[in-house]
């Protein structure tokens, strides 16, 4: 299986910071990443698709970025309703797998 | 607007099986690959397995040996079982459907479900 890997596990920030989350592959993925963002009792939203194109209907602040074995998703201006789990997704390779999860905290 | 609806039992004993269905509305089952996803309580996310409408399937390892993903055209539905359950399949259950937007994009999980939590007690 393929390892996703993501830093940190948490992360306190304010609104107005720019934020930069990073997931690692065990091995090369190309650009086969997602990126989704979770809140407490919903289901995960899609946010990033093939590491870098955003999902219609998303902000504009998020971005995503890498290939290979390493990636980012960065926030460039955190406002109130962006506290919620990060997660990173790889869909190169079944079995699909998930990053452990990037808790976005407010400072 | 596709929407995706879980149901299906909230208990279910050391043992026995869980049976979960997903209903598709606002669009057709018909193409795509449709997909189960599970997340214990506080956990990540455990991807299980996926069937396309043509009732071809790919399961995770860690659970193939107990898990069977089966399809419903006509009623726009499809289904999770998994056998001998045990308190470790206690988790919310998500349906979710794999798109992608071109032949030459990578999938991802576009549409997902509410989620359903099953617990796994006696």
């Known amino acids: 299986d393929i390892q996703m890997t993501q830093s940190p596990s948490s992360l306190s920030a304010s609104v107005g910071d720019r934020v930069t989350i990073t997931c690692r592959a065990s091995?090369?993925?190309?650009?086969?990443l997602n990126w989704y963002q979770q809140k407490p009792g919903k289901a995960p939203k899609l946010l990033i698709y093939?590491?870098?194109s955003l999902q219609s209907g998303v902000p504009s602040r998020f971005s995503g970025g890498g290939s290979g074995t390493d990636f980012t998703l960065t926030i460039s201006s955190l406002q109130p309703e962006d506290f919620a789990n990060y997660y990173c997704?790889?869909?190169?390779?079944?079995?699909?797998?998930f990053g452990q999860g990037t808790k976005l905290e407010i400072k | 607007q596709v929407q995706l609806q879980e149901s299906g039992p909230g208990l279910v004993k050391p043992s026995e099986a869980l049976s979960l269905t997903c209903t598709v509305s606002?669009?057709?089952?018909?193409?795509?690959?449709w997909s189960w996803i599970r997340q214990p309580p506080e956990k990540g996310l455990e991807w299980i397995g996926f069937?396309?409408?043509?009732?071809?399937?790919n399961y995770n390892p860690s659970l193939k040996s107990r898990v069977t993903i089966s399809l419903d055209t006509s009623k726009n539905q499809f289904s999770l079982r998994l056998s001998s359950v045990t308190a470790a399949d206690t988790a919310v259950y998500y349906c979710?459907?794999?798109?992608?937007?071109?032949?030459?994009?990578?999938?991802?999980?576009?549409?997902w479900g509410q989620g359903t939590l099953v617990t796994v007690s006696s």
């Open positions: 091995q090369s993925i190309s650009s086969y």
């Open positions: 979710a459907r794999l798109g992608r937007p071109s032949v030459v994009t990578p999938y991802y999980f576009d549409y």
């Open positions: 606002g669009g057709s089952i018909s193409s795509y690959y």
């Open positions: 069937i396309y409408y043509s009732g071809s399937t």
């Open positions: 997704q790889q869909s190169y390779r079944t079995p699909y797998t």
């Open positions: 093939a590491a870098s």
